[in-house]
Protein backbone atom coordinates (compact mmCIF):
# COMPACT_ATOMS: atom_id res chain seq x y z
CA UNK A 1 0.00 0.00 0.00
CA UNK A 2 1.53 3.30 -0.85
CA UNK A 3 1.06 5.86 2.33
CA UNK A 4 -1.95 8.07 0.53
CA UNK A 5 -4.25 8.56 3.11
CA UNK A 6 -4.34 8.24 6.99
CA UNK A 7 -6.96 8.57 8.99
CA UNK A 8 -6.72 9.17 12.76
CA UNK A 9 -8.77 9.10 15.94
CA UNK A 10 -7.87 11.13 18.55
CA UNK A 11 -10.19 9.51 21.77
CA UNK A 12 -8.18 11.04 24.75
CA UNK A 13 -8.64 14.14 26.40
CA UNK A 14 -5.12 14.74 27.82
CA UNK A 15 -2.14 17.22 26.09
CA UNK A 16 -0.18 14.17 26.13
CA UNK A 17 -2.73 12.11 23.97
CA UNK A 18 -4.43 15.00 21.49
CA UNK A 19 -0.57 16.56 20.39
CA UNK A 20 0.35 13.23 19.19
CA UNK A 21 -2.32 12.95 16.85
CA UNK A 22 -2.37 16.47 15.59
CA UNK A 23 1.66 16.51 14.59
CA UNK A 24 1.12 13.49 12.58
CA UNK A 25 -1.79 14.72 10.68
CA UNK A 26 -0.30 17.53 10.43
CA UNK A 27 3.20 15.95 9.31
CA UNK A 28 1.31 13.85 6.61
CA UNK A 29 -0.10 17.11 5.30
CA UNK A 30 3.11 18.79 4.90
CA UNK A 31 4.54 15.29 3.04
CA UNK A 32 0.98 15.50 0.48
CA UNK A 33 -0.48 12.55 2.54
CA UNK A 34 -4.71 13.10 2.74
CA UNK A 35 -4.92 13.19 6.33
CA UNK A 36 -8.54 13.21 8.15
CA UNK A 37 -9.24 13.36 11.96
CA UNK A 38 -12.11 11.69 13.85
CA UNK A 39 -12.39 13.29 17.55
CA UNK A 40 -14.18 10.58 20.00
CA UNK A 41 -14.62 9.95 23.27
CA UNK A 42 -12.51 12.58 25.56
CA UNK A 43 -10.43 13.50 22.37
CA UNK A 44 -13.62 15.72 21.84
CA UNK A 45 -12.39 18.35 24.06
CA UNK A 46 -9.53 19.09 21.27
CA UNK A 47 -12.67 20.55 19.16
CA UNK A 48 -14.40 21.72 21.69
CA UNK A 49 -14.90 25.88 22.01
CA UNK A 50 -14.91 25.22 25.72
CA UNK A 51 -12.50 23.07 26.47
CA UNK A 52 -9.82 23.09 23.30
CA UNK A 53 -7.77 25.83 24.88
CA UNK A 54 -7.90 23.79 28.63
CA UNK A 55 -6.88 20.49 27.95
CA UNK A 56 -4.46 19.31 30.27
CA UNK A 57 -1.23 16.86 30.91
CA UNK A 58 -2.39 14.18 32.94
CA UNK A 59 -0.27 13.79 36.02
CA UNK A 60 -0.94 11.01 37.53
CA UNK A 61 -1.23 7.40 36.62
CA UNK A 62 0.92 8.90 33.90
CA UNK A 63 4.94 7.05 34.90
CA UNK A 64 6.59 8.90 31.97
CA UNK A 65 6.29 12.13 33.64
CA UNK A 66 8.91 10.86 36.10
CA UNK A 67 6.53 12.38 39.46
CA UNK A 68 5.80 10.41 42.95
CA UNK A 69 2.57 9.26 42.02
CA UNK A 70 1.12 11.24 45.34
CA UNK A 71 2.96 14.65 43.57
CA UNK A 72 1.17 13.86 40.72
CA UNK A 73 -2.39 13.90 42.66
CA UNK A 74 -2.42 16.96 44.44
CA UNK A 75 -4.26 19.68 43.63
CA UNK A 76 -2.69 22.38 40.84
CA UNK A 77 0.12 20.02 39.91
CA UNK A 78 -1.07 18.86 36.08
CA UNK A 79 -2.10 22.65 35.51
CA UNK A 80 1.57 23.23 36.79
CA UNK A 81 3.22 20.40 34.69
CA UNK A 82 0.50 21.69 31.57
CA UNK A 83 1.73 25.06 31.88
CA UNK A 84 5.97 23.90 31.72
CA UNK A 85 5.03 21.74 29.13
CA UNK A 86 3.36 24.49 26.91
CA UNK A 87 6.24 26.80 27.79
CA UNK A 88 8.76 24.07 26.40
CA UNK A 89 6.16 23.49 23.04
CA UNK A 90 5.86 27.49 22.39
CA UNK A 91 9.98 27.74 22.58
CA UNK A 92 9.76 24.25 19.42
CA UNK A 93 7.24 26.76 17.42
CA UNK A 94 4.32 24.07 18.54
CA UNK A 95 1.29 26.30 18.51
CA UNK A 96 -1.46 25.61 21.48
CA UNK A 97 -4.39 22.80 20.63
CA UNK A 98 -7.21 25.50 19.23
CA UNK A 99 -4.18 27.16 17.15
CA UNK A 100 -3.06 23.81 15.79
CA UNK A 101 -6.61 23.02 14.72
CA UNK A 102 -6.65 26.08 12.63
CA UNK A 103 -3.53 25.12 11.07
CA UNK A 104 -4.50 21.77 10.27
CA UNK A 105 -7.87 22.32 8.95
CA UNK A 106 -5.88 24.96 6.60
CA UNK A 107 -4.04 22.40 5.22
CA UNK A 108 -7.06 20.63 3.94
CA UNK A 109 -7.30 17.81 6.23
CA UNK A 110 -10.97 16.72 7.30
CA UNK A 111 -11.71 17.45 10.48
CA UNK A 112 -14.83 14.91 11.91
CA UNK A 113 -16.44 14.27 15.19
CA UNK A 114 -18.27 10.97 16.56
CA UNK A 115 -22.00 10.88 16.79
CA UNK A 116 -21.95 8.32 19.38
CA UNK A 117 -19.08 10.45 21.42
CA UNK A 118 -20.97 13.88 20.64
CA UNK A 119 -24.86 12.18 21.86
CA UNK A 120 -22.74 10.60 24.81
CA UNK A 121 -21.58 14.16 25.99
CA UNK A 122 -24.90 15.89 24.47
CA UNK A 123 -22.46 18.48 21.98
CA UNK A 124 -24.06 19.45 18.77
CA UNK A 125 -22.29 21.21 16.16
CA UNK A 126 -22.70 24.41 17.80
CA UNK A 127 -20.46 23.14 20.70
CA UNK A 128 -17.68 22.56 18.28
CA UNK A 129 -14.91 24.24 16.40
CA UNK A 130 -16.23 25.76 13.16
CA UNK A 131 -12.84 23.56 11.59
CA UNK A 132 -14.97 20.14 12.22
CA UNK A 133 -16.53 19.53 8.92
CA UNK A 134 -19.26 17.32 10.45
CA UNK A 135 -20.84 14.96 13.10
CA UNK A 136 -20.24 11.53 11.42
CA UNK A 137 -21.14 7.52 12.39
CA UNK A 138 -18.22 5.09 12.52
CA UNK A 139 -19.42 4.02 9.33
CA UNK A 140 -19.27 7.09 7.84
CA UNK A 141 -15.52 7.02 8.80
CA UNK A 142 -14.94 3.98 7.75
CA UNK A 143 -15.73 5.66 4.46
CA UNK A 144 -13.52 8.45 4.81
CA UNK A 145 -10.83 6.47 5.81
CA UNK A 146 -11.28 3.57 2.81
CA UNK A 147 -7.94 3.29 0.98
CA UNK A 148 -6.04 4.30 3.92
CA UNK A 149 -4.23 4.32 6.81
CA UNK A 150 -6.29 3.72 10.31
CA UNK A 151 -4.55 4.74 12.88
CA UNK A 152 -6.05 5.26 16.88
CA UNK A 153 -4.54 7.49 19.33
CA UNK B 1 -6.38 -1.09 0.02
CA UNK B 2 -9.63 -1.83 0.22
CA UNK B 3 -11.53 -1.43 3.60
CA UNK B 4 -12.29 -5.43 3.74
CA UNK B 5 -11.01 -6.43 6.74
CA UNK B 6 -9.90 -4.62 10.64
CA UNK B 7 -8.20 -6.57 13.26
CA UNK B 8 -8.58 -4.46 16.66
CA UNK B 9 -6.36 -5.17 19.16
CA UNK B 10 -7.73 -4.51 22.99
CA UNK B 11 -4.91 -3.55 25.73
CA UNK B 12 -7.03 -0.97 27.98
CA UNK B 13 -8.54 -2.33 30.97
CA UNK B 14 -11.11 0.68 31.27
CA UNK B 15 -14.62 1.77 30.06
CA UNK B 16 -12.64 4.37 28.04
CA UNK B 17 -10.53 2.03 26.47
CA UNK B 18 -12.90 -1.07 25.45
CA UNK B 19 -16.26 0.78 24.29
CA UNK B 20 -14.37 2.52 21.33
CA UNK B 21 -12.45 -1.00 20.60
CA UNK B 22 -16.69 -2.97 20.59
CA UNK B 23 -18.01 0.57 18.72
CA UNK B 24 -15.60 0.11 15.99
CA UNK B 25 -15.77 -3.58 15.82
CA UNK B 26 -19.22 -3.38 15.88
CA UNK B 27 -19.52 -0.46 13.02
CA UNK B 28 -17.22 -2.31 10.88
CA UNK B 29 -19.31 -5.36 11.13
CA UNK B 30 -22.59 -3.22 10.13
CA UNK B 31 -20.32 -1.93 7.06
CA UNK B 32 -19.94 -5.66 6.11
CA UNK B 33 -16.58 -5.31 6.70
CA UNK B 34 -14.92 -8.61 8.34
CA UNK B 35 -13.76 -7.61 12.03
CA UNK B 36 -11.53 -9.03 14.73
CA UNK B 37 -10.76 -8.35 18.33
CA UNK B 38 -7.78 -9.17 19.98
CA UNK B 39 -7.73 -8.92 24.22
CA UNK B 40 -4.63 -8.09 25.48
CA UNK B 41 -2.85 -7.08 28.57
CA UNK B 42 -5.75 -4.94 31.12
CA UNK B 43 -8.06 -5.37 27.35
CA UNK B 44 -8.72 -8.98 28.81
CA UNK B 45 -11.02 -7.53 31.71
CA UNK B 46 -13.36 -7.10 28.74
CA UNK B 47 -13.58 -10.99 27.99
CA UNK B 48 -13.05 -12.35 31.55
CA UNK B 49 -15.99 -13.41 32.63
CA UNK B 50 -15.29 -12.42 36.57
CA UNK B 51 -14.43 -8.94 35.66
CA UNK B 52 -16.47 -8.26 32.35
CA UNK B 53 -19.48 -6.84 34.21
CA UNK B 54 -17.77 -4.69 36.10
CA UNK B 55 -15.26 -2.15 34.36
CA UNK B 56 -15.17 1.48 35.71
CA UNK B 57 -14.44 4.29 33.82
CA UNK B 58 -10.75 5.74 35.05
CA UNK B 59 -11.26 8.68 36.81
CA UNK B 60 -7.42 9.69 37.91
CA UNK B 61 -5.41 10.78 34.65
CA UNK B 62 -7.75 11.56 32.81
CA UNK B 63 -8.13 15.08 32.32
CA UNK B 64 -11.12 14.61 29.96
CA UNK B 65 -12.93 14.08 32.87
CA UNK B 66 -12.75 17.71 33.99
CA UNK B 67 -12.74 16.01 37.72
CA UNK B 68 -9.85 18.11 39.67
CA UNK B 69 -7.46 15.15 40.13
CA UNK B 70 -7.30 15.07 43.79
CA UNK B 71 -11.37 14.23 43.45
CA UNK B 72 -10.63 11.26 40.79
CA UNK B 73 -8.71 9.37 43.08
CA UNK B 74 -10.99 9.78 45.97
CA UNK B 75 -12.88 6.64 47.30
CA UNK B 76 -15.93 5.53 45.21
CA UNK B 77 -15.45 8.28 42.52
CA UNK B 78 -14.42 6.05 39.66
CA UNK B 79 -17.54 4.09 40.32
CA UNK B 80 -19.73 7.08 40.55
CA UNK B 81 -18.78 8.43 37.17
CA UNK B 82 -18.99 4.55 35.91
CA UNK B 83 -22.72 4.27 36.61
CA UNK B 84 -23.11 7.93 35.36
CA UNK B 85 -21.97 7.30 32.05
CA UNK B 86 -23.24 3.44 31.90
CA UNK B 87 -26.78 5.35 32.47
CA UNK B 88 -26.37 7.87 29.63
CA UNK B 89 -24.78 4.95 27.57
CA UNK B 90 -28.08 2.76 28.32
CA UNK B 91 -30.03 5.96 26.87
CA UNK B 92 -28.19 5.67 23.69
CA UNK B 93 -28.69 1.98 23.35
CA UNK B 94 -25.09 1.02 23.96
CA UNK B 95 -25.20 -2.57 25.32
CA UNK B 96 -23.22 -2.84 28.99
CA UNK B 97 -19.64 -5.10 27.69
CA UNK B 98 -20.88 -8.61 28.30
CA UNK B 99 -24.33 -7.87 26.38
CA UNK B 100 -21.79 -6.00 23.49
CA UNK B 101 -19.72 -8.76 23.59
CA UNK B 102 -22.27 -11.69 22.74
CA UNK B 103 -24.13 -9.14 20.08
CA UNK B 104 -20.75 -8.37 18.20
CA UNK B 105 -20.13 -12.16 18.07
CA UNK B 106 -22.94 -13.09 17.01
CA UNK B 107 -22.53 -10.56 13.79
CA UNK B 108 -19.40 -13.03 12.70
CA UNK B 109 -16.40 -10.87 14.38
CA UNK B 110 -13.71 -13.08 15.36
CA UNK B 111 -12.91 -12.81 19.08
CA UNK B 112 -9.32 -13.61 20.44
CA UNK B 113 -7.05 -13.41 23.36
CA UNK B 114 -3.55 -12.75 23.71
CA UNK B 115 -1.90 -15.99 25.30
CA UNK B 116 1.48 -13.92 26.50
CA UNK B 117 -1.66 -11.84 28.38
CA UNK B 118 -3.34 -14.60 29.99
CA UNK B 119 0.01 -16.64 30.95
CA UNK B 120 1.05 -13.39 32.71
CA UNK B 121 -2.80 -13.50 34.18
CA UNK B 122 -2.36 -16.74 34.86
CA UNK B 123 -6.25 -17.31 32.53
CA UNK B 124 -7.36 -20.39 30.66
CA UNK B 125 -9.88 -20.34 28.62
CA UNK B 126 -12.46 -21.58 31.38
CA UNK B 127 -11.85 -17.88 32.84
CA UNK B 128 -13.15 -16.01 29.54
CA UNK B 129 -16.45 -15.24 28.05
CA UNK B 130 -17.42 -18.08 25.42
CA UNK B 131 -17.62 -16.05 22.59
CA UNK B 132 -13.78 -15.49 22.41
CA UNK B 133 -12.70 -18.22 19.87
CA UNK B 134 -8.98 -19.07 21.28
CA UNK B 135 -6.22 -18.30 22.68
CA UNK B 136 -3.61 -17.00 20.48
CA UNK B 137 -0.10 -16.05 20.02
CA UNK B 138 1.13 -12.70 18.67
CA UNK B 139 2.12 -14.65 15.36
CA UNK B 140 -1.38 -16.26 14.78
CA UNK B 141 -2.74 -12.65 15.40
CA UNK B 142 -0.58 -11.33 12.46
CA UNK B 143 -1.65 -14.38 10.36
CA UNK B 144 -5.49 -13.91 11.35
CA UNK B 145 -5.03 -10.05 10.87
CA UNK B 146 -3.26 -10.17 7.15
CA UNK B 147 -4.63 -8.44 4.61
CA UNK B 148 -6.61 -5.97 6.45
CA UNK B 149 -6.22 -3.32 9.10
CA UNK B 150 -4.82 -3.69 12.87
CA UNK B 151 -6.01 -0.77 15.23
CA UNK B 152 -4.59 -0.88 18.80
CA UNK B 153 -6.86 0.77 21.34
CA UNK C 1 -2.71 -5.78 1.56
CA UNK C 2 0.20 -8.55 2.49
CA UNK C 3 1.52 -7.92 5.74
CA UNK C 4 4.89 -7.35 5.06
CA UNK C 5 5.82 -4.00 7.21
CA UNK C 6 4.66 -2.95 10.22
CA UNK C 7 5.96 0.29 11.67
CA UNK C 8 4.47 0.73 15.61
CA UNK C 9 4.82 4.06 17.35
CA UNK C 10 5.54 3.48 20.88
CA UNK C 11 4.35 6.93 22.65
CA UNK C 12 3.86 5.95 26.62
CA UNK C 13 6.40 5.51 29.37
CA UNK C 14 4.58 2.68 31.04
CA UNK C 15 5.33 -0.84 31.22
CA UNK C 16 1.46 -1.56 29.58
CA UNK C 17 1.68 0.86 27.24
CA UNK C 18 5.69 -0.14 26.28
CA UNK C 19 5.31 -3.67 26.37
CA UNK C 20 2.74 -4.39 23.90
CA UNK C 21 4.65 -2.41 21.34
CA UNK C 22 7.67 -4.76 21.97
CA UNK C 23 6.10 -8.02 21.89
CA UNK C 24 4.39 -6.86 18.98
CA UNK C 25 6.97 -5.69 17.17
CA UNK C 26 9.13 -9.08 18.12
CA UNK C 27 5.95 -11.12 17.28
CA UNK C 28 6.51 -9.87 13.82
CA UNK C 29 10.48 -9.93 13.12
CA UNK C 30 9.70 -14.01 14.21
CA UNK C 31 6.74 -14.24 11.19
CA UNK C 32 9.51 -12.57 8.98
CA UNK C 33 7.61 -9.07 8.95
CA UNK C 34 9.60 -6.21 8.69
CA UNK C 35 9.37 -4.05 11.70
CA UNK C 36 10.43 -0.85 13.10
CA UNK C 37 9.96 1.17 16.43
CA UNK C 38 9.45 4.97 16.46
CA UNK C 39 9.91 6.15 19.94
CA UNK C 40 7.92 9.27 20.39
CA UNK C 41 6.65 11.34 23.59
CA UNK C 42 6.77 9.36 27.01
CA UNK C 43 7.95 6.40 25.14
CA UNK C 44 11.07 7.87 24.62
CA UNK C 45 11.59 6.63 28.21
CA UNK C 46 12.05 2.83 26.73
CA UNK C 47 15.36 4.15 24.88
CA UNK C 48 17.00 6.59 27.07
CA UNK C 49 19.70 5.28 28.84
CA UNK C 50 18.93 6.94 31.97
CA UNK C 51 15.06 5.72 31.95
CA UNK C 52 14.96 2.57 30.14
CA UNK C 53 15.69 0.01 33.08
CA UNK C 54 12.98 1.92 35.42
CA UNK C 55 9.99 2.14 33.67
CA UNK C 56 6.71 1.56 36.01
CA UNK C 57 2.92 0.55 35.67
CA UNK C 58 0.69 3.30 35.65
CA UNK C 59 -1.00 2.42 38.87
CA UNK C 60 -3.77 5.05 39.18
CA UNK C 61 -5.82 5.53 36.55
CA UNK C 62 -5.64 2.33 35.63
CA UNK C 63 -9.07 0.39 36.40
CA UNK C 64 -7.52 -3.03 34.60
CA UNK C 65 -5.42 -2.99 38.12
CA UNK C 66 -8.19 -4.08 40.26
CA UNK C 67 -6.77 -1.29 42.75
CA UNK C 68 -8.74 0.73 44.80
CA UNK C 69 -8.04 4.32 43.41
CA UNK C 70 -6.62 5.67 46.72
CA UNK C 71 -4.17 2.67 47.17
CA UNK C 72 -2.85 2.83 43.73
CA UNK C 73 -1.99 6.92 44.60
CA UNK C 74 0.20 5.68 47.59
CA UNK C 75 3.85 6.56 47.47
CA UNK C 76 5.70 3.10 46.87
CA UNK C 77 2.81 0.76 45.20
CA UNK C 78 3.19 1.55 41.42
CA UNK C 79 6.96 0.27 42.29
CA UNK C 80 5.55 -2.82 44.71
CA UNK C 81 3.24 -3.38 41.11
CA UNK C 82 6.14 -3.19 39.09
CA UNK C 83 8.60 -5.77 40.92
CA UNK C 84 5.57 -7.80 40.93
CA UNK C 85 4.77 -7.43 37.04
CA UNK C 86 8.55 -7.87 36.62
CA UNK C 87 8.42 -11.03 38.56
CA UNK C 88 6.13 -12.59 36.13
CA UNK C 89 7.14 -11.79 32.83
CA UNK C 90 10.55 -13.11 34.19
CA UNK C 91 9.12 -16.81 34.89
CA UNK C 92 7.17 -15.79 31.41
CA UNK C 93 10.39 -15.25 29.59
CA UNK C 94 9.85 -11.94 28.56
CA UNK C 95 12.95 -9.81 29.18
CA UNK C 96 13.53 -6.31 31.16
CA UNK C 97 12.93 -3.62 29.01
CA UNK C 98 16.72 -2.53 28.44
CA UNK C 99 17.15 -6.28 26.82
CA UNK C 100 14.11 -6.49 25.37
CA UNK C 101 15.44 -3.17 22.98
CA UNK C 102 18.65 -5.22 22.59
CA UNK C 103 16.43 -8.80 21.67
CA UNK C 104 14.95 -6.81 19.15
CA UNK C 105 16.89 -4.53 17.31
CA UNK C 106 19.33 -7.91 17.12
CA UNK C 107 16.43 -9.02 14.98
CA UNK C 108 17.09 -6.13 12.22
CA UNK C 109 14.20 -4.26 13.27
CA UNK C 110 14.92 -0.61 12.96
CA UNK C 111 14.62 1.74 15.97
CA UNK C 112 13.80 5.47 16.04
CA UNK C 113 13.55 8.47 18.00
CA UNK C 114 11.40 11.14 17.07
CA UNK C 115 13.07 14.92 16.76
CA UNK C 116 10.10 16.51 17.95
CA UNK C 117 9.62 14.57 21.19
CA UNK C 118 13.61 14.58 21.74
CA UNK C 119 13.95 18.66 21.34
CA UNK C 120 10.67 18.76 23.41
CA UNK C 121 12.53 16.67 26.41
CA UNK C 122 16.50 18.40 25.87
CA UNK C 123 17.54 15.00 24.68
CA UNK C 124 20.28 14.09 22.27
CA UNK C 125 21.69 11.09 20.81
CA UNK C 126 23.82 10.77 23.82
CA UNK C 127 21.15 10.37 25.77
CA UNK C 128 19.27 7.22 23.79
CA UNK C 129 21.07 3.62 23.82
CA UNK C 130 23.00 2.54 20.96
CA UNK C 131 20.51 0.63 18.93
CA UNK C 132 17.95 3.83 18.34
CA UNK C 133 19.60 4.60 14.36
CA UNK C 134 18.49 7.89 13.71
CA UNK C 135 16.02 10.66 15.49
CA UNK C 136 13.74 10.94 12.72
CA UNK C 137 11.22 13.54 12.36
CA UNK C 138 7.55 12.72 11.13
CA UNK C 139 7.74 13.13 7.44
CA UNK C 140 10.82 11.03 7.69
CA UNK C 141 8.92 8.03 9.84
CA UNK C 142 6.04 8.15 6.95
CA UNK C 143 9.01 7.54 4.44
CA UNK C 144 10.13 4.61 6.48
CA UNK C 145 6.44 3.28 7.09
CA UNK C 146 5.51 3.38 3.70
CA UNK C 147 4.13 0.52 1.81
CA UNK C 148 2.83 -1.12 5.31
CA UNK C 149 0.96 -0.89 8.54
CA UNK C 150 1.28 1.76 11.05
CA UNK C 151 0.13 0.92 14.81
CA UNK C 152 -0.01 3.54 17.27
CA UNK C 153 0.52 2.70 20.99
Same mark, same amino acid.
Given at each position: MSMEKISIIVSKGSLEGIYPALIMANGARAEGIEANLFFTFFGLDAVSTKRSGHVKI $?? =? $??PGLHLATFIGALPGVSGLMTRYMARKMDRLDIPPIPEFIEMISDTGAGLYACKAACDLFG *??? &? &? *? =??? =?KDIITVGEFYEIAEGGQIVYT
Open positions: $GA =V $GN *LTK &D &D *L =VPQ =V
